[in-house]
């Protein structure tokens, strides 16, 4: 009787483990995307690359020349839910395009555009800190099954 015993307790104690597994907060890990950069070639091109941190895609731009182009390619996972893109060393910009296989958007960011947030249109945002100048593309811009994103832009005073 005392081997029946244990063997209770141990069914009871593994029904145990699998319902608290069961009704458990699971946090599952998502993939990081894997991109893909497809670079301007020209040699006064500005530098550019991609940073992924908590779920937000933030395409970074260093002035050289104040003008250039990428693309990202998505290889593998998902778009971020945000993506934001930082202009660094820009006093302003001429133009600069932001296109996808489905959606497109054309802006200019004026001197006079400091501290305080402005609408640039089809959800768009710009904000000024310091020598940067910091573009957030609305929510869904990149729509899941789109398998790039390019950028193109010029500032006004070039070189």
Known sequence: MAKSIGINKAKTL?????????????VVFASTPVLQQKQDKRPR?????????QNVLEICVDYRGGIGKTEFVLVKGNWPADIRFAFRN??????????????MFDGAIPHSVRRKRI?????????????????TAPAGFVRPEESSISI?????YRN
């Open 119 to 135: 609408e640039l249109g089809q959800g768009f945002t710009s904000m000024r800190k310091g020598n940067s100048i910091y573009i």
């Open 90 to 103: 820009f006093k302003a910009l001429e133009g600069f395009k932001i296109h996808t296989a489905s959606n």
């Open 14 to 26: 593994l029904a145990t483990l699998f319902a608290f597994a069961c009704t458990a907060n699971v």
């Open 152 to 156: 193109e832009w010029v500032d006004f």
């Open 45 to 53: 091109a500005d530098k550019s690359w991609a940073n992924i941190k």
